[in-house]
């Protein structure tokens, strides 16, 4: 089984803080992506990366920065901390090929005070 | 850009009974995929089923079928005999046959009523 696992469950930081969200998967799976999840809003993408040192804005880009440094390990950035970035982050793998899930960690819950 | 609407925020239903959840997405495309995803309380995001835009027949995953429409851009999910441990929330998606990324719905919260 595919095992995507994320360092915290749960994260509480200050405003203007740098944070760092750790996303490791063991499944050598070439693509990672970074989500947020808010109430009525669903799933955004905020990065994704689909080989080291690669990476490509999502959606929600603005914020946000992420580092890619080995294959299995994908980081996202909170340079400043906001409020606003309070939110539950996801992140997620995918073997390469339209075909092929992508497979999910539990979430950070973050909460910026 | 492609969207998917949930028009549904919250659905319940009586434990053994069939439930239907909606889903309608909007894409300039042919080829794609489409995806229902559940997130129990525990978080965890599980892929239910998937279905080929390509493929006329509807995927279908021992309790879960889907009512693929593609001329409607219609893409329910159905779950037969709930039970208990289906409750969750219920997340439709897209991807585009040419990117990798994901492009959700806002999700319905499905609750199992005993």
């Known amino acids: 089984d595919v095992k995507v696992t994320q360092s915290s469950r749960y994260l509480v930081k200050r405003t203007g803080e740098k944070v760092f969200l750790e996303c490791v998967q063991d499944m050598d799976h070439e693509n990672m992506f970074w989500y947020r999840q808010d109430p009525g809003l669903g799933l955004r993408l905020i990065y994704f990366?689909?080989?080291?040192?690669?990476?490509e804005k999502g959606d929600i880009p603005e914020g946000y920065s992420v580092s890619r440094e080995k294959k299995e390990r994908f980081s996202l950035i909170l340079e400043s901390a906001s409020t606003n970035q309070t939110s539950m982050y996801l992140c997620a793998s995918s073997l390469n090929g339209v075909r092929q899930p992508q497979h999910f960690g539990d979430g950070t819950r973050l909460s910026i005070l | 850009a492609q969207t998917v609407t949930q028009s549904q925020p919250e659905m319940s239903v009586q434990e053994a009974e069939t439930v239907t959840l909606s889903c309608t997405y909007d894409?300039?495309?042919?080829?794609?995929?489409l995806f229902w995803y559940k997130q129990p309380p525990s978080r965890q995001m599980i892929l239910v089923i998937r279905?080929?835009?390509?493929?006329?027949q509807n995927a279908t995953e021992n309790r879960f079928s889907v009512n693929f429409q593609k001329a409607a851009k219609s893409f329910s999910l159905k779950i037969s005999d709930s039970q208990l441990g289906d409750a969750a929330m219920y997340f439709c998606a897209y991807r585009s046959s040419l990117l990798e990324k994901l492009t959700f719905g806002t999700g319905t919260r499905l609750t199992i009523i005993p």
């Open positions: 894409t300039s495309e042919s080829d794609y995929y």
């Open positions: 279905q080929e835009a390509y493929k006329q």
């Open positions: 990366s689909y080989d080291v040192k690669m990476k």
